[in-house]
C-alpha cells in the first residue's frame, strides 16, 4: 500500500481537543463547527452483513429479470395505472415487505439493502418505485419505528405480504411544506374509546387503492394547564368506514402510481391506533420522512446511472460530421459531468445508507443533503440525455422523454428542496448556535467560567493554526483531503460570523441560508467520494485509478464552488440579494412580468 497513514503514537493533532465536545452530534451537524470527524466516514461504510448480502444476490438475479422481461421488454403502458396483475406480481416477489423483520414475514432488509433494491427497481419504472417506496419508506415506516408491539403484530404480517397496502397522508390542500398547519381534526368519542376523524388528504401515493393509511390530524390536548392544538399519528383502516378515495389525479409524470385524495367523514379509529403519543405526530411525521429520503435518493442514483448508460451508447455510435458524437469536445463535457454528479450522489447516498445502519445518531441531516443532490443530479442528467439523443430524445418510442417527466417530481415530493435547503442550514446552525449562546453567557463572567473559555480560546488557536488533510483519506487523494479540511474550517467560521451578526433574525435571511445549505451539501459529498475512492485505492479494485479521478475533480469543482459561496456570505447583504429581492417586489406588485410592454 503506497499511503502513509498516522498511528496513534505518531501523536495527535492538537486540533482534535475540540472534536468529541459534540460527541452526540452526527457527521454532517459537526460541519457546522468546522470539525471533520474523519474516523466516522472511514473506511467508507458498508451497510451489508454476509447474510444480508446473500439475500440481496438471491433477490436481485430474479428482479433483474422480472425487470427486463415484463417491464422492458414487456408491454406495460407506462402512461396507464399499473395493472393489478402486475402489483401483485411484485408482492409475490416480497417487495412490500422489504425492511420489516422476518418475524412479521419481511425481508428485513437493512438501510443499505433496501437501497441497493430500490435503485435497481427505480432504474427500470419510476411508477413501480414509487409505489413500492410510498408503502415501505413512508406508508409503513411509522409502524416500524413508533408502533407498538400490539401494533406491528396486528398489521406487519399484512403489510409485508401485500396483502394490506399502505400509504401516507399528511399533505392538505391548505398546507403542503408546512406540515403544522393541516387542519384534518380528530376528536375523542363521547366513551373515549375512538377517535372521530375529518378532513381530506390530497397527493396521496397509492390512494387509490391502499387499506392502510397513516394519517396526521389535529387533536386537543392539555399544555400548561389550557387546552391546545397539536398534531396526531393514527393507523387507519380503509375498513372503518368513513374513508373514501378521490378520482385519479392527471399528472406530468409516474403516470403508473397511483395519486387521489382522500376523504375522511366521520371516521371511527381505536384509541389504541394512535401512533407515538396523542400531541406527538409532528416528531412522527418528521422522522417518518427524514428516514425515508435515502430511498428517494437511491432511486435517483440508478435512473440517473441507467440514463447515461443508454445515451453513452448512442453517443458512440451516432455519426456526425465523419465523427462519432463521443468524439466531440462538448459532448465529452455532459457525460463528464453527469458521471461526476452521479459518482456524488451516489457516494453520498450510500454513505448515508451505512451511517444510518450503524445507528446511535440522527442522520436527518445528511438523508436531507442525499435527497437534494440526488434528485438535482437526476434531473439534469435526464435532459442531458435527451440532449445528446436529439429528436430521438424527445419522441416516446425512446425512455428518455418519460424519465424527464418522471423525475421532475423528485425535487418536490418528500420535501420540496428549498425546504430542505432550509431544513438542513437551520438545523445545522442550531448546535452552533447554543454554544455560542453559552460562550457568551460565560464571557459575562469569565473568572467564575475560567475552564470552559480558556478551552475554547485555545481550541480556536490551535484550528487556525493547524491544517491537516484527512488523516485517512488515500495519499493520492491529499489535495481533495486539504480542501476538505480547508473549506470545512473556514465553513465553521462563516457559520459562527452569521449567528453572531443575524442571531435569531439568521431564519428570515433564506438566500444566505441557501448558500449555507448548498456549502454543507458540497463538503460532505466532498467527504463521501473522498472515503469511497480511498476504500477503492486501498482494496485496489477494478476501476480504482478512475474513481481517484472523479473524487478529485469533484473536489476541485466544489472547491470553487464553495469559495464563492463563502465569498457571499462574508458580504452580508451586498452580495446582490438586495437587488434580487426589490426586482421579485416589484413583479409581485405589478401581478406579473415587468415591464408589460413588447419591446419596440
Known sequence: MDDVRKSPDQGSNPADSNKGKHEDLSFARHLFFGEVEDDEVFPYPDGLSDEERETLALLLEPLDRFLRERIEDGDVDHDSLLEPALIDELKEMGLFGLQIAEEHGGLGLSNTGYARLFERISATDASIAVTLGAHNSIGLKGILIFGTDAQKEQYLPDLSGGDKVAAFCLTEPSSGSDAASIRTRAKLSEDGEHWILDGSKMWITNGGFADLFTVFAQTQIEVDGEMKDRITAFIVERDFGGVESGPEEHKLGIKGSSTTTIHFDGCKVPKQNVLGEVGGGFKVAMTILNNGRFGLAAGCVGGAKRLIGLAATYANERKQFGKSLSDFGLIKKKFAEMALMTYAAESMTYMTCGLMDKGGRDYAIEAAMSKVAASEAMW?????????????????????????????????????????????????IQAPGEHLRE?????????????????????????????????????????????????????????????????????????????????????????????????????????????????????????RRIRRRLRALEQGRKNGDEALREIADALFEHGGYVPEHPVL
Open 439 to 559: 460562550l457568551v453567557a460565560a464571557l459575562k463572567n469569565p473568572w467564575e467560567n475560567y475552564g470552559m473559555v480558556l478551552t475554547e480560546l485555545v481550541s480556536r488557536v490551535r484550528s487556525r493554526v493547524i491544517t491537516e488533510e484527512l488523516d485517512h483519506a488515500h495519499t493520492k487523494l491529499k489535495r481533495a483531503a486539504v480542501h476538505i479540511e480547508d473549506k470545512a474550517e473556514a465553513f465553521g467560521q462563516a457559520v459562527e460570523r452569521l449567528l453572531r451578526h443575524f442571531g435569531k433574525k439568521i431564519i428570515d435571511e433564506q438566500m444566505l441560508l441557501e448558500r449555507v445549505a448548498d456549502i454543507a451539501i458540497d463538503l460532505y459529498a466532498m467527504i463521501a467520494v473522498v472515503s469511497r475512492a480511498t476504500r477503492a485505492l486501498d482494496q485496489n479494485r477494478k476501476h480504482a485509478a478512475h474513481e481517484c479521478k472523479l473524487a478529485s475533480v469533484f473536489c476541485e469543482q466544489a472547491d
Open 380 to 428: 439534469i442528467i435526464a435532459n442531458e440525455c435527451l440532449q445528446v439523443m436529439g429528436g430521438l430524445g424527445y419522441s416516446k418510442e425512446y425512455v428518455f422523454e418519460r424519465f424527464v417527466r418522471d423525475g421532475r417530481i423528485n425535487i418536490i415530493f418528500e420535501g420540496t428542496n428549498e425546504i430542505l435547503r432550509l431544513f438542513i442550514a437551520l438545523s445545522g
